[in-house]
């Protein structure tokens, strides 16, 4: 488990790693659970959601399970910062050779470069750390050779890379990892860059005399607080001039921020630092480089940095948990809303159709005109032919009342409106043309009771089965208004069978018309079910969280 213990006479924590496999597999299932979190639908707080999701993913993976799985692995310190602060020079300078391109073309750093002592390479040509990232790492140059004279080796199209170099100038115990520019104009640069971060036992946060006030390297500065992890930063390309002053402001904004106690290194603007193409002075850089060898080569204080940071990401799931699923169960709130404004259009529709069948209202216009004119003036299949466009005029308009009735739902969910989720709603030409398919399937299902009925008849009085069925049909289409249609099919096939083939047709009708609607319901719950929204994430991300806690 890990552990903090308070020293007696001192005003800081020892923090140590102390893991247990209890917690090992209470984290890893946490993962697994945040890892499944999903937020598809376009909610306030979802791209909030989403970010968090991926960020605590990402340490999770990249930093947090390794290095309790592994905490003798070197410590990885990440080199970050805004656009033209000189971090690659930084990184070049603190090794003693150009090991990561620099230049005065933005984005420089397209891949990210990670730097250690021969002897630990097989800490990180694996996939212990950055999973995520292809390896591609060059054979170790001589000593004191600089890789600024041969071409770098170019970025692979569509594959995120991590270049892994070798020097023996750095200490045993430490990599340095330089980063792409954390506001770059390449969203993919930024978003590798946070990822990259994420990684960090050490966060080196690099910034300029002209931009240390700037937004971005504030953000980071105050995420890295809030994640308590161990930072420090540097104030790079400093004008001797104006040294003091500059760093005095700095470090009252850091003082401001809560960061007072962060470790502060200043580099001087320097004729090797204007183009980024040279390597700063040993004596620039050596007390930065002082201070991170010793962060490796002491027990202690490398137990410290490696402890601060983990526990500071495990402390943070005690809200960035609760957020998630917060999140997850808004996710399936909006889904319930959308889902059930489609099921209540549907249903309504549905006792409404059943209603107007009772009522005997598909036995109107064209249909009511060919029934008086039955058998003189209208034949059984034009009869037929009138009471299926009924019945399909009367499921169409059912389904056009039951979507405008989901729209106006919808409508007051910005979710329905921002997903796009409205346009898919439509009563095109193939909703009338299923429902036309449906019914005269319907039809020709009828008139085979209506043969197998006239079958067992005498043949002698047996009717026609075409104007069986449409005795039938208008007997359960029309109501009180086809009364004698009940009656004549009784003359011609007996009342017990006339009986049965009612109960018959009454059974496929309701059937016919449930699948009807039924089919339309589904076509709109579509889109909402492959979104994939369920209620289970939001209980198990917080039961996964109340495991993690008891065995801490």
């Known amino acids: 488990m890990l552990q903090k213990v308070h020293k007696i006479g001192h005003s800081s924590h020892v923090v140590t790693l102390d893991v247990r496999p209890q917690l090992l597999d209470a984290l890893s299932t946490l993962r697994d659970r945040v890892a499944a979190a999903r937020f598809p639908l376009p909610l306030a707080g979802a791209p909030r959601a989403r970010a968090n999701r991926d960020e605590l993913l990402a340490q999770l993976d990249d930093y947090l399970v390794p290095r309790l799985r592994q905490p003798e692995a070197p410590l990885l310190a990440v080199v970050g910062g805004s656009t033209g602060a000189g971090k690659s020079t930084l990184v070049n300078s603190l090794v003693g050779r150009k090991v990561s391109q620099a230049g005065v073309l933005r984005p420089t750093t397209r891949t990210p470069v990670l730097v250690c002592h021969p002897e630990d390479h097989h800490w990180f040509s694996g996939m212990r750390v950055l999973p995520n990232l292809t390896r591609a790492w060059l054979p170790q140059q001589e000593l004191g050779q600089d890789l600024g004279d041969e071409p770098f080796p170019p970025d692979r199209d569509g594959e995120r890379v991590l270049r892994i170099e070798t020097a023996e100038s750095l200490p045993r115990g430490l990599a340095l990892l330089d980063a792409p520019d954390i506001d770059s104009l390449v969203a993919e640069n930024r978003v590798l860059a946070a990822e990259l971060i994420c990684a960090a036992d050490i966060w080196v946060m690099v910034t300029t005399a002209a931009r240390y006030a700037d937004a971005v390297p504030?953000?980071?500065?105050?995420?890295?607080?809030?994640?308590?992890?161990?930072?420090?930063?540097?104030?790079?390309?400093?004008?001797?001039?104006?040294?003091?002053?500059?760093?005095?402001?700095?470090?009252?904004?850091?003082?401001?921020?809560?960061?007072?106690?962060?470790?502060?290194?200043?580099?001087?603007?320097?004729?090797?630092?204007?183009?980024?193409?040279?390597?700063?002075?040993?004596?620039?850089?050596?007390?930065?480089?002082?201070?991170?060898?010793?962060?490796?080569?002491?027990?202690?204080?490398?137990?410290?940095?490696?402890?601060?940071?983990?526990?500071?990401?495990?402390?943070?799931?005690?809200?960035?948990?609760?957020?998630?699923?917060?999140?997850?169960?808004?996710?399936?709130?909006?889904?319930?809303?959308?889902?059930?404004?489609?099921?209540?259009?549907?249903?309504?529709?549905?006792?409404?159709?059943?209603?107007?069948?009772?009522a005997g209202s598909v036995l109107a216009g064209d249909a009511l005109k060919r029934w008086r004119s039955y058998p003189l003036d209208c034949t059984a299949g034009e009869l037929l032919d009138a009471l299926v466009e009924s019945l399909a005029t009367l499921l169409m308009c059912a389904v056009t009342a039951a979507d405008e009735r989901i729209r106006d739902a919808w409508r007051r969910e910005p979710a329905a409106v921002a997903d796009g989720l409205m346009d898919r709603l439509s009563t095109s030409g193939n909703t009338e043309h299923r429902i036309g398919m449906a019914v005269r399937r319907w039809r020709r299902v009828l008139e085979e009771y209506a043969e197998e009925e006239v079958r067992g008849l005498d043949r002698g009085v047996a009717p026609d089965p075409e104007a069986v069925a449409a005795l039938v049909a208008t007997a359960l289409l029309g109501g009180r208004r086809a009364r004698a249609a009940g009656e004549g099919l009784a003359e011609r096939i007996g009342a017990h069978g006339a009986l049965r083939l009612r109960d018959r047709g009454g059974r496929l009708l309701t059937e016919y018309l449930e699948r009807v609607l039924d089919a339309e319901r589904e076509r709109r719950l579509a889109p909402l079910d492959a979104l994939d929204v369920h209620p289970e994430p939001q209980a198990e991300l917080i039961a996964a969280l109340s495991v993690l806690q008891k065995e801490r």
């Open 218 to 358: 504030w953000h980071l500065l105050r995420t890295a607080k809030e994640h308590r992890a161990t930072l420090i930063t540097v104030l790079d390309r400093v004008p001797h001039q104006v040294v003091s002053e500059v760093s005095r402001q700095y470090a009252a904004l850091l003082t401001k921020a809560g960061l007072g106690d962060v470790p502060r290194f200043t580099v001087p603007e320097l004729p090797e630092s204007a183009w980024g193409g040279g390597l700063l002075p040993a004596t620039a850089v050596a007390p930065l480089l002082t201070w991170l060898t010793q962060q490796a080569a002491d027990p202690a204080a490398r137990q410290q940095a490696m402890a601060r940071t983990a526990h500071g990401v495990l402390d943070s799931l005690r809200t960035r948990m609760p957020e998630l699923a917060s999140a997850a169960a808004q996710q399936y709130s909006a889904a319930l809303r959308l889902t059930s404004a489609v099921d209540m259009a549907y249903d309504g529709e549905h006792a409404r159709v059943k209603g107007r069948l009772q």
